[in-house]
């Protein structure tokens, strides 16, 4: 639990963050040709927003 608790920030006390993207989306991101740039691509900005909201 050591470990965990030095990669959590200041403040917070939770390890997990649910994203989700609009219903409308999720078709064309299962359907898309490289589905992997595509989710990474949202998890970059993902992680940006949660960044700047914390």
Do not use: D, W
Request: hydrophobic letters at 50%.
């Amino acid at each position: 639990m050591v470990k965990i608790g030095v990669r959590l920030f200041l403040g917070v006390n939770h390890r997990q963050v649910i994203l989700t993207f609009p219903e409308k989306f999720r078709i064309p991101f299962q359907n898309h040709s490289n589905q992997k740039r595509l989710y990474s691509g949202f998890m970059v900005l993902a992680k940006a927003c949660v960044l700047e909201l914390i």
